[in-house]
């Protein structure tokens, strides 16, 4: 979900296109390499979600194809690898093959540190260079300065991401609230919730949704040059002061103050927010594509999606990346694994069961919300709408984003002292120009 870039050509930005899921598999079914052992294994998708309904599915793919030896599987949560990746990797306890946040401020770091394996020749060898389309493998390669883009393959993924709002069919009906169609629909939602003492946005001050939220309120009143500026460091410097940013702050903050996000929502994980929907706690979430899978599964009342209403950008990208620690015992499994997870058996089901495939067959696709997910997603990339994370520009900018506008919530800083902290930290990071 979650990192950066710099000089990826403008279109990149955009092109996860709608022809992303027409793309033929080149990776076989398993490779069959022969060496018996262990392959391990850490990633931290939900169980029910459709990259862990996959995953686990390629798991048992995996050992059928490699008799004699075992995936032992160790889920790991977002925080502990994102927090310990760099000291992990640089020891003899890194996994064989692990799953990891693409972008210059994470795998483009790693990478620069010698921590990853250059999958440059197995790319070629596997065909993942011509599997994968041009902006779905954006974040897998990496040039020397670990910007991404361009240069070696340090990581693979098999799935795409994007974000939008979710709402619970069921409460706005109770209520007798239109579903959102447009901005105004949206906060009229909002302020109908709280009249009727609800909560309506879900929200994680402690960790992406926060950030991410004020992301998405810069993002309507922006372009594609404005994102150029901030994610790649093209043309002007970013300016948190811009109109933009400052909207965004503001309209946060007034949110804050009229109750549409709680303030108890500071310290709260995503996995808060998360439960706080599916239990009809929180009639609104705005979050990607790596829930979906999940709310189909738990949910006990009618949802639905839609796009944010009045801004054709949205964050959004390839999904997280395969990576294999440059200390890994059992490389050629990793890349047997890799295989398997573009194959058109595990890319169908990824589909059907709520993510964002980048290899399966169309007509495969039967599920009506999978479907609908697809059709968004399609939208979005069509329209050059995939504006990447707000953490992604500089190395440790999450933390920033995520202790910065826990003071939002509080009300402890002020929009502008907020935005001066940003701008602060994100010039440190960022090259000179």
Not at 49 to 62: H, L, R
Not at 130 to 135: A, C, D, F
Not at 177 to 206: C, H, Q, R, W, Y
Not at 220 to 227: F, G
Request: net charge negative; aromatic share 12%; proline share 4%.
């Amino acid at each position: 979900m979650l990192t950066a870039r710099r000089r990826v050509v403008a279109s990149a930005a955009a092109v996860l296109t709608g022809s992303l899921l027409l793309a033929s598999c080149g990776g076989s079914d398993g490779g069959g390499s022969s060496d018996a052992g262990t392959l391990r294994l850490w990633h931290y998708e939900g169980p029910n979600s459709a990259m862990g309904v996959a995953w686990t599915e390629a798991i048992k793919e995996f050992e059928a194809t490699h008799p004699g030896v075992k995936v032992k599987f160790e889920e790991k949560s977002f925080e502990q690898i994102q927090k310990t990746a760099p000291m992990v990797l640089n020891s003899s306890d890194a996994p064989d093959l692990m799953e990891y946040n693409k972008g210059n401020a994470t795998a483009g770091l790693l990478s620069r540190q010698g921590l990853l394996t250059d999958l440059s020749a197995e790319a070629t060898k596997r065909g993942w260079d011509k599997l994968l389309s041009p902006g779905v493998r954006t974040t897998s390669q990496y040039d020397a300065d670990g910007v991404m883009g361009s240069g070696k393959w340090y990581g693979v993924t098999d799935y795409a991401e994007y974000t939008m709002v979710y709402f619970n069919k069921d409460l706005f009906a109770k209520y007798k609230i239109a579903e959102p169609k447009t901005f105004d629909d949206l906060v009229a939602a909002m302020k109908t919730f709280t009249e009727n003492d609800i909560t309506p946005l879900a929200n994680s001050g402690a960790e992406y949704l926060a950030q991410q939220y004020v992301y998405q309120l810069a993002l309507s009143k922006a372009d594609r040059s404005w994102v150029d500026s901030y994610e790649l460091y093209k043309g002007e410097k970013a300016d948190f002061h811009d109109a933009a940013w400052t909207y965004a702050a503001e309209t946060f903050a007034d949110w804050v103050k009229k109750g549409y996000v709680g303030k108890s929502s500071t310290s709260a994980k995503a996995e808060d927010a998360g439960v706080s929907f599916l239990q009809g706690k929180a009639p609104i979430l705005f979050s990607g594509s790596w829930w979906y899978g999940r709310f189909q599964d738990e949910a006990t009342f009618d949802w639905g999606t839609t796009l944010w209403p009045g801004s054709t950008l949205t964050p959004g990208s390839g999904g997280n990346l395969w990576v294999v620690p440059k200390s890994a015992k059992n490389k050629e499994l990793a890349y047997d694994f890799i295989d398997i997870t573009l194959s058109k058996k595990i890319q169908n089901l990824l589909g059907n069961k709520g993510g964002v495939p980048v290899a399966a067959d169309p007509a495969a696709i039967t599920d009506p919300k999978a479907k609908e997910l697809i059709t968004h997603f399609n939208t979005v990339s069509g329209r050059d709408g995939l504006a990447f994370y707000p953490d992604w520009p500089v190395p440790g900018f999450y933390d920033v984003l995520v202790s910065e506008t826990q003071k939002l919530i509080t009300g402890s800083e002020k929009p502008d002292d907020y935005l001066s902290s940003l701008q602060k930290a994100y010039d440190k990071g960022a090259p000179k120009r």
